[in-house]
C-alpha cells in the first residue's frame, strides 16, 4: 500500500512539473474549452484488452502523455472516448489512472480486462463489479496471512479490507438495460492467482472474480469523486491451470466481449449525459 501511496504521489508531482504550453496542449487535444456531452475514460491493463476497441474505429487520435502514457480519443456516437493503457498491477493502474484523470477530467470512468473467474464461472462471460475489495494487503501471522483493509497499519484489532461499492446510478442504469450481466464481487492482489487453493480461499471470503488492477481503479476514481464502472471477462478459473487457460483464451474473450461493452459505454454516457441537462 505504500508504493501505491508513492505511486499516486508521483503522479500528481509529474504534473506539477510540467509547463503549462505541454498541458494546454493536453486541454486542446481533450476538448475542455469545448465539450457539452459525456466524456468518458475507458481504461485498460493489456494491450490484447484493448486491441479489439481499437480496431472497432472508435479511436480517432492519439497524444503522448509525460512521461510515458498514450492518451487515445475518439467518439462513441456524441461523447468524447478516451481510451488508455494502465500496465498490469496496482502501482502501475494507481500511477496511470491519475495521470490520465489529471489529463482528461472524464464524467465517468469504466475499466476493462480479463479476470479469474472462482465458483466455476463460465469463461468468456463478461461480469460487472458490484464491489471490489484489496486482497493481498495485510499481516503475516504466526497462523498465516490476515487481511487488513489498505492503509491501516496492519498491528492490533484486525479491521478487515472494505468492500468498495458500485456507484448506484450506473449499477442501476446497466442493470435496467443489460438485465443478463450479472453483479459480482472481485478481489485484487499483486498476483496472478494460478492456484486452486488460493482460489478456494478467496471464493469462501466472498470473491467471485480476481485480478491485478480493479480495486485501484475504482479507489481512486472515488477520491476524484469520478463515478467508475468495472467490466470483467472471465479468461480462466483462478485455478492449477489457469496460466494455460488465460494464455489460450485472452485475445478471443476479450475480442467477443468488445461489442456489449460499447453499447455498455454509450448507455453508460448516454445517462450521463441525461442528468446534465
Given at each position: 500500500?505504500?508504493?501505491?501511496?508513492?505511486?499516486?504521489i508521483?503522479?500528481?508531482?509529474?504534473?506539477?512539473?510540467?509547463?503549462?504550453?505541454a498541458?494546454a496542449?493536453?486541454?486542446?487535444?481533450?476538448?475542455?474549452?469545448?465539450?457539452?456531452?459525456?466524456?468518458?475514460?475507458?481504461?485498460?491493463?493489456?494491450?490484447?484488452?484493448?486491441?479489439?476497441?481499437?480496431?472497432?474505429?472508435?479511436?480517432?487520435?492519439?497524444?503522448?502523455?509525460?512521461?510515458?502514457?498514450?492518451?487515445?480519443?475518439?467518439?462513441?456516437?456524441?461523447?468524447?472516448?478516451?481510451?488508455?493503457?494502465?500496465?498490469?498491477?496496482?502501482?502501475?493502474?494507481?500511477?496511470?489512472?491519475?495521470?490520465?484523470?489529471?489529463?482528461?477530467?472524464?464524467?465517468?470512468?469504466?475499466?476493462?480486462?480479463?479476470a479469474?473467474?472462482?465458483?466455476?464461472l463460465?469463461?468468456?462471460?463478461?461480469?460487472?463489479?458490484?464491489?471490489?475489495?484489496?486482497?493481498?494487503?495485510?499481516?503475516?501471522?504466526?497462523?498465516?496471512?490476515?487481511?487488513?483493509?489498505?492503509?491501516?497499519?496492519?498491528?492490533?484489532?484486525?479491521?478487515?479490507?472494505?468492500?468498495?461499492?458500485?456507484?448506484?446510478?450506473?449499477?442501476?442504469?446497466?442493470s435496467?438495460?443489460?438485465?443478463e450481466?450479472?453483479?459480482?464481487?472481485?478481489a485484487?492482489?499483486?498476483?496472478f492467482?494460478?492456484?486452486?487453493?488460493?482460489?478456494?480461499?478467496?471464493?469462501?471470503?466472498?470473491?467471485?472474480?480476481?485480478?491485478m488492477?480493479?480495486?485501484?481503479?475504482?479507489?481512486?476514481?472515488?477520491?476524484?469523486?469520478?463515478p467508475?464502472?468495472?467490466?470483467?471477462?472471465?479468461?480462466?478459473?483462478?485455478?492449477?491451470?489457469?496460466?494455460?487457460?488465460?494464455?489460450?483464451?485472452?485475445?478471443?474473450v476479450c475480442?467477443?466481449?468488445?461489442?456489449?461493452?460499447?453499447?455498455?459505454?454509450?448507455?453508460?454516457?448516454?445517462?450521463?449525459?441525461?442528468?446534465?441537462l
Amino acid at each position: 500500500m505504500f508504493k501505491l501511496f508513492f505511486a499516486v504521489i508521483c503522479a500528481f508531482f509529474m504534473v506539477s512539473i510540467q509547463s503549462p504550453d505541454a498541458w494546454a496542449v493536453i486541454d486542446t487535444f481533450a476538448g475542455h474549452s469545448t465539450r457539452k456531452n459525456s466524456s468518458i475514460l475507458f481504461l485498460t491493463p493489456m494491450s490484447q484488452e484493448v486491441e479489439p476497441l481499437l480496431k472497432a474505429h472508435v479511436v480517432e487520435k492519439s497524444h503522448p502523455l509525460y512521461p510515458d502514457l498514450v492518451i487515445y480519443k475518439g467518439k462513441l456516437d456524441k461523447h468524447t472516448l478516451f481510451v488508455g493503457m494502465l500496465g498490469m498491477g496496482k502501482v502501475n493502474a494507481a500511477y496511470a489512472i491519475t495521470q490520465y484523470i489529471l489529463a482528461t477530467r472524464p464524467d465517468v470512468i469504466i475499466l476493462f480486462g480479463s479476470a479469474g473467474g472462482l465458483h466455476s464461472l463460465k469463461r468468456g462471460v463478461l461480469f460487472a463489479a458490484a464491489q471490489t475489495w484489496t486482497s493481498d494487503y495485510g499481516a503475516q501471522e504466526p497462523s498465516g496471512f490476515v487481511r487488513w483493509e489498505p492503509g491501516i497499519l496492519p498491528v492490533g484489532q484486525i479491521q478487515p479490507p472494505v468492500k468498495k461499492l458500485v456507484d448506484a446510478n450506473i449499477r442501476n442504469t446497466v442493470s435496467s438495460g443489460y438485465p443478463e450481466v450479472e453483479w459480482v464481487t472481485i478481489a485484487t492482489g499483486d498476483s496472478f492467482v494460478n492456484s486452486t487453493l488460493l482460489s478456494q480461499q478467496l471464493a469462501r471470503e466472498g470473491a467471485d472474480l480476481v485480478d491485478m488492477e480493479s480495486a485501484v481503479v475504482a479507489d481512486i476514481a472515488s477520491r476524484f469523486n469520478i463515478p467508475s464502472l468495472v467490466l470483467r471477462v472471465v479468461s480462466d478459473g483462478a485455478d492449477d491451470s489457469a496460466n494455460k487457460s488465460f494464455t489460450e483464451s485472452l485475445d478471443q474473450v476479450c475480442e467477443n466481449a468488445t461489442p456489449e461493452i460499447l453499447s455498455i459505454i454509450r448507455t453508460v454516457a448516454d445517462a450521463i449525459a441525461a442528468r446534465k441537462l
